[in-house]
């Protein structure tokens, strides 16, 4: 039997608490010193594993963000049409499995770009914004940023839908907007 190092689990369980409290309060109103207390350490430990609120929001975004760069690295092999039709599908099922970090992510957009820590998220959102427009048109660039925002509002309020209907919703939604019939 292994066991997982205290380092480990006390990392991750920062990490954890971290998560519902950006969930439940906002990134803007959690402090260091509200994730110390919620994960059961000192603010002392929490900064001995992040390097600050923007690190440890960094930790809790890296799955979602590692998922959604292997979204935009596997779009990238594919021809335009299949690439958009490939990331309505992958990013619908991206934005239901983390309905709790899109609550997150909401919070940060007027501010993201300004956060190195989270960067290359930044960096896959907006290829995954062209790969979702699949035209280097304006105003289909727009529309493809209008419809990410909107999808990730939703997921954030899905009022009560499941997983299965929110996913549906999300992925009619992109195909009427960019593939219409």
């Known amino acids: 039997m292994t066991t997982t ?16 409290l ?4 906002g990134y803007s109103a959690v402090s260091l010193q509200d994730i110390a207390s919620a994960a059961g350490c000192s603010k002392a430990t929490v900064l001995y594993h992040f390097n600050g609120k923007a690190a440890v929001l ?7 963000a590692a998922d959604l760069a292997a979204l935009v ?4 092999q594919l021809s335009r049409a299949a690439a958009q039709e490939f990331a309505i ?4 099922d991206l934005a239901v499995r983390y309905r709790g970090v899109m609550d997150v992510v909401q919070e940060l957009i007027p501010f993201i770009q300004e956060m190195p820590e989270l960067a290359l998220l930044v960096a896959d959102g907006i290829r995954l914004k062209g790969f979702l427009a699949g035209s280097d048109d304006p105003l289909e660039q727009d529309l493809a940023g209008f419809a990410l925002n909107g999808l990730t509002a939703e997921c954030r309020h899905a009022d009560g839908r499941t997983d299965e209907e929110l996913h549906r919703l999300c992925e009619a939604a992109l195909n009427r907007l960019f593939r219409p019939s």
Request: hydrophobic fraction near 45%; charge should be negative.
């Open 89 to 92: 599908g992958e990013f619908t």
């Open 5 to 20: 190092p205290a380092r480990e689990r006390t990392r991750h369980e920062i990490v954890r608490q971290a998560m519902g």
């Open 58 to 64: 960094a930790a809790v975004l890296e799955p979602a």
């Open 22 to 25: 950006f969930q439940d309060r």
């Open 73 to 76: 690295a596997a779009a990238d």
